[in-house]
């Protein structure tokens, strides 16, 4: 008999303690849930004209920083022109959030506009969280050679601040959208290159390496790479499987492990 008391004891305990538990995350998940509803306020009246949603979208070049009522969270607000100029906007809202379940992560919200008869109409949205509030920065440049501005968004550095990392978004001038390239924060310092007609990346760590891609339907695709590493200059060809290819191997000094390449017969 005593047994099957204690074992109603200890199931009690643990029926209340699931009751607990669940009450907590409720009550934190209202609170997210809050802290969201406050920021789509502070958009409308705090930013004193960043974002205006009755009435035209008007956006500032300079960085504005608003704090919501009642919490310990931080909006950090953005805009850059994409596109052809004028026409076409971005805004970035980064959503720094104090709470036990969402330490460190600050939800990043993209907001692609279309201008049409002097009205800015919201194109497109894209969502994703970042760890830390060194990204965001936004810039505007044609990064495949087809005359419109791509949209660049700093996603944070590595290397002692040397490898740069940036989300890339290639602007679609026919369906006026943008189109995310998945894997581009995998290279670091992206950039286009007017000599080879593509895209390349150039990677710091004990050496160095000059990565040649092109962009193939939503991706960035290695296609070339120079090495300096270990007193030599390695260069690779890469085929449309991914197979690499050594092609040539010459010596060099250390002082040369740093230089990046604008061509691969160079």
């Known amino acids: 008999m005593l047994w099957v008391i204690k074992q109603?004891?200890?199931f009690m305990r643990i029926f209340l303690y699931n009751i607990l538990l669940s009450f907590l995350v409720a009550c934190n998940s209202k609170k997210v849930d809050e802290s969201f509803e406050n920021k789509n306020i502070m958009m409308d009246t705090i930013?004193?004209?960043i974002y205006n949603?009755?009435?035209?979208?008007i956006i500032k070049n300079t960085a504005k920083e608003a704090y919501s009522s009642g919490n310990n969270n931080k909006d950090y607000i953005d805009s850059i022109e994409l596109g052809e100029s004028?026409?076409?906007?971005v805004l970035i809202t980064i959503s720094e959030i104090d709470t036990l379940w969402r330490q460190n992560i600050m939800p990043v919200k993209l907001e692609c506009f279309v201008r049409h008869?002097?009205?800015?109409?919201?194109?497109?949205?894209f969502n994703y969280d970042q760890g830390t509030?060194?990204?965001?920065?936004?810039?505007?440049?044609?990064?495949?050679?087809?005359?419109?501005n791509d949209l660049l968004v700093s996603e944070g550095s590595g290397a002692r601040g040397a490898n740069v990392f940036y989300r890339l978004y290639i602007f679609d001038p026919i369906k006026e959208n943008l189109i995310y390239i998945k894997n581009s924060t995998d290279y670091p310092?992206?950039?286009?290159?007017?000599?080879?007609k593509c895209?390349?990346?150039?990677?710091?760590?004990?050496?160095?390496?000059?990565?040649?891609?092109?962009?193939?339907?939503d991706s960035l695709k290695e296609f070339a790479k120079i090495n300096l590493f270990d007193g030599l200059k390695t260069k690779i060809l890469i085929d449309s499987s991914g197979q690499s290819r050594i092609i040539e191997k010459t010596k060099i000094s250390d002082e040369d492990y740093y230089f990046r390449f604008s061509n691969f017969n160079e």
Not at 53 to 57: A, D, F, V
Not at 117 to 125: G, P, T
Not at 189 to 196: E, K, L, T, V
Not at 199 to 217: E, N, Q, R, V
């Open 8 to 10: 109603m004891v200890i």
């Open 189 to 196: 310092n992206i950039d286009y290159n007017q000599s080879m």
């Open 199 to 217: 895209i390349d990346a150039w990677a710091i760590y004990s050496g160095s390496s000059t990565i040649f891609l092109k962009i193939t339907g």
């Open 86 to 89: 004028s026409n076409y906007k």
């Open 133 to 148: 509030l060194s990204g965001g920065e936004l810039f505007s440049k044609d990064l495949n050679g087809d005359n419109f």
């Open 117 to 125: 008869e002097n009205r800015w109409i919201l194109r497109q949205v």
């Open 47 to 49: 930013t004193e004209g």
């Open 53 to 57: 949603r009755e009435n035209n979208l």
